[in-house]
């Protein structure tokens, strides 16, 4: 069974500073691994989608990367804004079929003014 | 991308009362959906699959005689929670995804909240 670990849990950085949010994954024979945001009491925001032959990928100033072989994955996050204050959630496809997702625990992040 | 809606965003039912939870993918035909519920502080965890037609398929530990899924057709799946209790006040959020799609789409959630 596919467990997804995010560390840290919670998070707290001053407004300017790069930060880097760790997911470890138990199982390799992923499908795809994604990166979403979610606000309080809110749903869902895709961030970063990458597949599992790609090793990293890029949109403005998010980078996520990719080692299936060590089960771990980054979400860079440069120069932190107020508004990247969300809970982040690492999810990962392909134990029990592709579209299958399973979410890790969720780095709740602070950027403070 | 794909949209899918949820309807309602919210709802309020009183305990030992039932309250169905739609699932909408708008542009795109769904063969597959999934339900996910997310208690407090806690991260999202798959409750069940279901493919257009077909019976469910339920995660081990949930009910299915308690969360009834019902995809009868390509755009629309529903969740019945039924006779439900403050325990089962979650978020509930659904996503669609057909056969050749590398992802699936999720929905907006709802907000269930039994008093």
């Known amino acids: 069974k596919q467990e997804v670990t995010q560390i840290p849990a919670a998070l707290s950085v001053p407004e300017g500073e790069n930060l880097v949010l760790n997911c470890s994954f138990t199982?390799?024979?992923?499908?795809?691994l994604q990166w979403f945001r979610q606000d309080p009491g809110k749903g869902l925001t895709s961030l970063l989608l990458i597949q599992s032959s790609q090793r990293e990928q890029t949109s403005g100033r998010l980078n996520a990367s990719l080692d299936k072989s060590s089960g771990r994955s980054t979400l860079y996050i440069a120069a932190s804004q107020p508004g990247d204050s969300a809970t982040y959630l690492c999810?990962?496809?392909?134990?029990?079929?592709?579209?299958?997702?399973?979410f890790g625990t969720g780095t709740k992040l602070q950027v403070i003014p | 991308g794909a949209v899918v809606s949820q309807h309602p965003s919210w709802v309020i039912c009183k305990s030992g009362t039932s309250v169905k939870i739609e699932c909408r993918s708008l542009d795109f035909q769904a063969t597959t959906m999934f339900w996910y519920r997310q208690f407090p502080k806690q991260s999202l965890m798959l409750m069940a699959t279901s493919n257009e037609g077909s019976k469910a398929t339920y995660e081990q530990g949930v009910e299915k005689d308690k969360f009834l899924i019902n995809h009868a057709s390509l755009t629309l799946s529903t969740l019945t929670v039924t006779s439900a209790h403050p325990e089962d006040s979650s978020f509930y959020i659904c996503s669609a995804s057909f056969a050749g799609m590398i992802v699936s789409y999720f929905g907006p959630g709802t907000r269930l909240t039994v008093t």
């Open positions: 199982d390799s024979a992923i499908y795809n």
């Open positions: 999810a990962v496809s392909g134990s029990g079929g592709y579209q299958k997702v399973t």
